[in-house]
């Protein structure tokens, strides 16, 4: 990827989750989240592994900032833990956890670096869980405390807000499918995941603006945007379906078109909306942020509850089965300038998991996910070529790190951790992006 091809202002990151790296999950006052609950359920992750070391992060911070200032990157985005800054999902805040985030924030800004928060990665404290999770609405106003104290003490190190990521693995992975904590199987409570999530977004929100907090604040979602798999009408509404389920229903309240009809009218979804939910979860936000890594070709199933299909694809996949297609990333691009009304966008999570395997002399050569992200930054630079405002890229992921229900076995990171030592090794698409980054990575 020739670096000309993109805007001198276009921002490279990379970017991790607070419970996939940062390890220390019972240390100086944190306590138990729905991951580490999820992780004692036999079969719920694979070898049977949970994050209570991960990439030891929390530890290593210092290392890994370093790391990352020599591959020239600009910005870093991380989460917080909610267990970690509010023990026991309480309202006594846990000084220890607050100065970690405030010592990693300044170490990248020494680094010359930028601190972007994500305040929810899918790590919720236990004991909201067991008033039933995003179920319950008072979650989503326990989200209130939560967020208006990170706002108060962390204004000044974080330059860049997120509020969630990815609401559609949060309720339909969490409540709906049950491959991801909390392991739940059931729509009605999966759909009213899906309006506690959105809310609390825009209760984070409205603390935010009521501060008069300066720096850029979003959401960050994984829009799920197929392809119909032929040229049949009904395929061609497939794909639309599809997209209003998986993605419409959590940026339409957003961005104030509300619940789509498909789930409201067809398929008679019900969302337990109160008075003034609406508005509150449509307020203006400064950027989206987009996690990209795949397509998939859709038909129309009469059968399905959801009335849609997966079809079989040819492309190749990357070694967690996903199959590689940058052009759907352009065209998800492409619909995502009029679905926003043009606000600035930015791609916070793009990668690939590859068979990485550590030589003797300490490299990985993980040409395949060099020629994937190459292929993806082309596809940002087209997109950008035709109007889209898209302002950043962070690759998926720094570093290898707990896969979620695939434990350790599955590694997206642009660097090698070894699990027995914990030592970090760059792969070939660390040094790649490098050279992207300083403007001579033309692939």
Request: proline residues 5%.
């Amino acid at each position: 990827m020739d670096r000309a091809n993109l805007p001198e202002d276009f921002l490279f990151g990379c970017a991790t989750a607070s419970y996939q790296v940062e390890g220390a999950a019972f240390e100086d006052g944190r306590t138990r989240c729905i991951w580490d609950d999820f992780a004692l359920i036999p079969g719920a992750i694979k070898d049977s592994n949970d994050g209570r070391v991960a990439a030891d992060q929390y530890h290593r911070y210092k290392e890994d900032v370093a790391l990352m200032e020599e591959l020239g990157f600009q910005s870093y985005r991380f989460s917080i833990s909610w267990s970690r800054v509010l023990p026991n999902a309480g309202s006594t805040p846990n000084k220890k956890g607050i100065e970690y985030y405030k010592n990693l924030c300044n170490e990248l800004h020494a680094k010359g670096m930028k601190a972007c928060a994500t305040l929810y990665h899918w790590d919720l404290p236990s004991e909201l869980q067991a008033i039933g999770g995003w179920a319950n609405r008072e979650t989503a106003l326990k989200f209130r405390e939560y967020s208006a104290l990170m706002f108060k003490e962390l204004d000044g190190y974080v330059d860049m807000w997120i509020t969630i990521n990815e609401p559609f693995c949060v309720a339909w992975l969490g409540y709906k499918i049950g491959c991801h904590a909390p392991g739940h199987k059931n729509l009605e409570e999966s759909l009213a995941a899906v309006h506690h999530i959105n809310l609390a977004h825009g209760i984070a929100m409205e603390e935010y603006r009521k501060g008069g907090y300066k720096a850029p604040i979003g959401i960050t979602f994984n829009p799920q945007t197929p392809r119909p798999a032929t040229r049949k009408e009904m395929d061609k509404k497939a794909a639309l379906y599809k997209r209003a389920v998986d993605t419409e229903v959590f940026m339409g309240p957003v961005f104030g078109y509300g619940y789509p009809e498909f789930c409201t009218e067809t398929l008679g979804w019900k969302f337990p909306i109160e008075d003034g939910d609406m508005e509150i979860i449509s307020q203006p936000i400064d950027f989206m942020g987009i996690n990209y890594y795949n397509e998939y070709p859709v038909y129309y199933n009469e059968k399905d509850p959801e009335l849609v299909s997966t079809a079989p694809h040819w492309e190749r996949t990357t070694n967690i089965g996903w199959p590689v297609d940058e052009k759907g990333l352009y065209r998800q691009l492409l619909w995502l300038k009029d679905y926003t009304r043009g606000i600035p966008l930015y791609i916070t999570e793009n990668g690939s998991c590859e068979d990485d395997q550590l030589t003797n002399d300490g490299r990985v050569h993980d040409r395949e996910r060099i020629v994937y992200i190459d292929k993806h930054l082309h596809a940002c630079a087209d997109a950008i070529k035709e109007g889209v405002n898209l302002k950043g890229y962070f690759v998926w992921s720094f570093i290898d790190n707990y896969e979620w229900a695939e434990g350790y076995t599955k590694r997206f990171g642009i660097v090698y951790c070894d699990y027995g030592t914990l030592k970090r090794y760059p792969k070939d698409s660390a040094y790649y992006l490098r050279d992207v980054i300083a403007g001579y990575g033309d692939f």
